[in-house]
């Protein structure tokens, strides 16, 4: 099974400060999401990175996937309590589309 | 427009009854997907309809079901619940089978206790 393991699990910062999550795979995938979900809501999609070495920016969230397309990381630039929430990577299934979440990095902002 | 419409939002049921949960997409698109959501599991691929057909299923017992309509309105059944399957049940629909191109759009899910 080509898992997706993120990391940290848990993060608490304060407004304002930088943090960094990760998700790592033993396996090669073709392209990665990444999506965020606040509570009682479902997840909603940021991005997808596709080539290796691939940089994309949202505004303060700086998406990055890596050079051997095993890895990927969202790095927040001075964090805000609106960026609070669960955040998941996925990857595709297969050629039937359905995606393979990691369990994601549970994200808490304090003011 | 609307986005992906789950009904009802919050339920709870008894071990060993069936549920019914319904999930309208997005105007226009074809394609529903079904994921359950737990803190162990994370989400896991439930199953896909388009065009009123199963075309993909997950690892789930069979009694998880779900049906399409020929308005693309889908439902997901679960019989003889179990307190397992306290979750919270999400459904996203996609404008034609669902890829890295064609993304979803995810509802805001139906969560399921069962006592």
């Known amino acids: 099974t080509q898992l997706l393991e993120q990391s940290p699990q848990f993060l608490s910062i304060q407004e304002g400060e930088n943090l960094t999550v990760y998700c790592n795979s033993s396996s090669v995938f073709s392209s990665l999401q990444w999506y965020r979900q606040e509570p009682g809501e479902g997840p909603v999609l940021l991005v997808t990175v596709v080539t290796g070495g691939e940089v994309k920016k949202l505004k303060r969230l700086t998406f990055q996937f890596g050079d051997a397309r095993k890895d990927s990381s969202l790095h927040i630039t001075a964090a805000q309590t609106g960026d609070t929430g669960l955040y998941l990577c996925?990857?595709?299934?297969?050629?039937?589309?359905?995606?393979?979440f990691g369990k994601g990095t549970k994200l808490s902002v304090k003011p | 427009k609307a986005g992906v419409t789950q009904t009802p939002r919050y339920l709870i049921k008894t071990r060993g009854q069936q549920v019914t949960l319904s999930c309208s997409p997005i105007s226009g698109h074809r394609s529903v997907s079904w994921y359950q959501q737990t803190p162990g599991q994370g989400l896991q691929f439930l199953f896909e309809?388009?065009?009123?057909?199963?075309?993909n299923k997950g690892n789930f017992p069979g009694r998880f079901s779900g049906r399409q309509f020929s308005n693309s309105r889908s439902e997901m059944n679960v019989s003889t619940l179990e307190l397992g399957d306290s979750a919270l049940y999400l459904c996203a629909s996609s404008l034609v089978r669902p890829s890295f191109n064609y993304g979803y759009t995810f509802g805001s899910g139906t969560r399921l206790t069962v006592v």
């Open positions: 309809y388009f065009s009123e057909t199963q075309r």
């Open positions: 996925a990857r595709r299934g297969g050629s039937q589309g359905n995606l393979i």
